[in-house]
């Protein structure tokens, strides 16, 4: 079973030299793992024993679809009202400890590995019941419905349940967890977990128009960001803007595993934010 790298907080030491590699471009945003601090973290309006490292969120001229909030939950923490918009989705990716998800009527108990996605409108609560802390990962955007497609309904399942498809042509060097079909115009966005052996590579500049974050749960890269090559490792946020240039080379002697979300399988909007119309 593969390990997911989840943030713990602190402090780095008086003592220790102001080297890193955060960034803040007009393409892309790398959050190192050592930023995770905890002077960085919020508090959220209907949460109790819970702090946020809120990593993403839309930003006018930047990425603009969605936000993306590291959660710790403490014994006994959580919410009964945890989404404040009615109209948006959500995707919960557990990385460490236990979480209770209950919605219509029912709850299930999910461990490292558990995803969830909430469909917008849901009712849902959120629990802590263990005697240590549970981190998770919780994805949001405003859910764009389709003409002729309905929404689809919520669902739970895993990592370890899922199996990755390799991609064309890498003999299973670069591989992808898919949540949900790819096919199914329902979902206007995914969150998918990419892995690359060691040695695995993208041999191409990807350029395209999804916005991307992209949480780093294990493993190593040198990974290529608009003009630049920038070195990864798990616990690192890269935050990509629509059109950035992407490409990584696997490192290191395990697999590089990352958590990536895109918007999908919307028309490019005319008019609101992000676009010129009225």
Same mark, same amino acid.
């Given at each position: 079973?593969?390990?997911?790298?989840?943030? &713990? %907080?602190?402090? +780095?030491? &008086?003592?220790? @030299?102001?080297?890193?590699?955060?960034?803040?471009?007009?393409?892309?945003?790398?959050?190192?793992?050592?930023?995770?601090?905890?002077?960085?973290?919020?508090?959220?309006?209907?949460?109790? %024993?819970?702090?946020?490292?809120?990593?993403?969120?839309?930003?006018?001229?930047?990425?603009?679809?969605?936000?993306? $909030?590291?959660?710790?939950?403490?014994?006994?923490?959580?919410? @009964?009202?945890?989404?404040?918009?009615?109209?948006?989705?959500?995707?919960?990716?557990?990385?460490?400890?236990?979480?209770?998800?209950?919605?219509?009527? /029912?709850?299930?108990?999910? #461990?490292?590995?558990?995803?969830?996605?909430?469909?917008?409108? @849901?009712?849902?609560?959120?629990?802590?019941?263990?005697?240590? +802390?549970?981190?998770?990962?919780?994805?949001?955007?405003?859910?764009?419905?389709?003409? %002729?497609?309905?929404?689809?309904?919520?669902?739970?399942?895993?990592?370890?349940?899922? /199996?990755?498809?390799?991609?064309?042509?890498?003999?299973?060097?670069? /591989?992808?967890?898919?949540?949900?079909?790819?096919?199914?115009?329902?979902?206007?966005?995914?969150?998918?977990? =990419?892995?690359?052996?060691?040695?695995?590579?993208?041999?191409?500049?990807?350029?395209?128009?999804?916005?991307?974050?992209?949480?780093?749960?294990?493993?190593? /890269?040198?990974?290529?960001?608009?003009?630049?090559?920038?070195?990864?490792?798990?616990?690192?946020?890269?935050?990509?803007? $629509?059109?950035?240039? &992407?490409?990584?080379?696997?490192?290191?002697?395990?697999?590089?595993?990352? @958590?990536?979300?895109?918007? =999908?399988?919307?028309?490019?909007?005319?008019? #609101?934010?992000? $676009?010129?119309?009225?």
């Amino acid at each position: 079973m593969t390990g997911y790298f989840a943030p &713990q %907080g602190g402090l +780095p030491p &008086q003592n220790a @030299l102001h080297t890193g590699r955060a960034v803040f471009t007009e393409a892309y945003a790398v959050i190192p793992r050592g930023c995770f601090s905890d002077i960085v973290t919020s508090l959220l309006p209907g949460w109790t %024993g819970t702090r946020a490292w809120i990593v993403a969120r839309p930003m006018t001229g930047f990425a603009e679809t969605f936000c993306h $909030a590291l959660m710790e939950v403490g014994p006994g923490g959580g919410s @009964l009202s945890p989404e404040p918009d009615p109209g948006a989705e959500a995707v919960i990716f557990v990385t460490a400890g236990e979480i209770w998800l209950e919605f219509d009527g /029912a709850g299930r108990a999910l #461990g490292p590995g558990g995803y969830a996605w909430l469909p917008p409108g @849901l009712g849902w609560t959120l629990h802590n019941g263990t005697d240590h +802390p549970a981190r998770f990962h919780w994805l949001r955007k405003i859910y764009e419905p389709a003409p %002729g497609t309905a929404v689809p309904a919520p669902f739970i399942t895993s990592d370890a349940e899922v /199996a990755p498809v390799a991609m064309p042509g890498t003999d299973g060097v670069w /591989a992808t967890t898919r949540f949900v079909d790819p096919d199914d115009l329902g979902h206007d966005m995914h969150v998918n977990i =990419v892995t690359f052996r060691p040695g695995g590579r993208i041999t191409f500049e990807e350029t395209h128009v999804m916005e991307h974050g992209i949480y780093v749960l294990q493993g190593r /890269a040198v990974y290529r960001l608009n003009r630049d090559w920038v070195e990864v490792e798990a616990g690192d946020y890269l935050w990509l803007r $629509a059109f950035c240039p &992407q490409a990584c080379v696997a490192a290191g002697p395990e697999p590089f595993r990352y @958590l990536l979300y895109k918007d =999908v399988n919307r028309h490019p909007r005319l008019r #609101g934010p992000g $676009a010129f119309g009225r």
